[in-house]
């Protein structure tokens, strides 16, 4: 099993930047590729950035490549999103998920943690 704490949200204005963090239990983590999602209100939530377990390979939506960057420390088990240049519409509920262990991460991972609000104002 392995249980996921986000967090980091909060209110920014446009522009500005936020780091959001992701504390995992177990001692898998550094197995596992991880990733994070977002869900805006009304919307199906989407994918934003996946990282290998090495942290080696990343990959990112179209919509945040260049503004976000996902990294990983595996001895504080622990996954990060720098978001920076926010926009509103990155306002969202964001989601940290983790994948079985030689898995990738996808919408259908089993691993989710509780979200974190974040709140980008005009």
């Known amino acids: 099993q392995v249980q996921l704490v986000e967090s980091g949200g909060g209110l920014v204005q446009a522009g500005g930047s936020l780091k959001l963090s992701c504390a995992a239990s177990?001692?898998?983590?550094?197995?596992?590729?991880m990733g994070w999602f977002r869900q805006a209100p009304g919307k199906e939530r989407e994918f934003v950035a996946r990282?290998?377990?090495?942290?080696?390979?990343?990959a990112y939506a179209d919509s945040v490549k260049g503004r976000f960057t996902i990294s990983r420390d595996n001895a504080k088990n622990t996954v990060y999103l720098q978001m920076n240049s926010l926009k509103p519409e990155d306002t969202a509920v964001y989601y940290c998920?983790?994948?079985?262990?030689?898995?990738?991460?996808?919408?259908?991972?089993?691993?989710w943690g509780q979200g974190t609000q974040v709140t980008v104002s005009s």
């Open positions: 998920a983790a994948s079985r262990s030689g898995e990738i991460v996808t919408l259908k991972s089993d691993y």
């Open positions: 990282i290998s377990w090495s942290g080696g390979s990343t």
């Open positions: 177990g001692r898998t983590f550094s197995s596992r590729a």
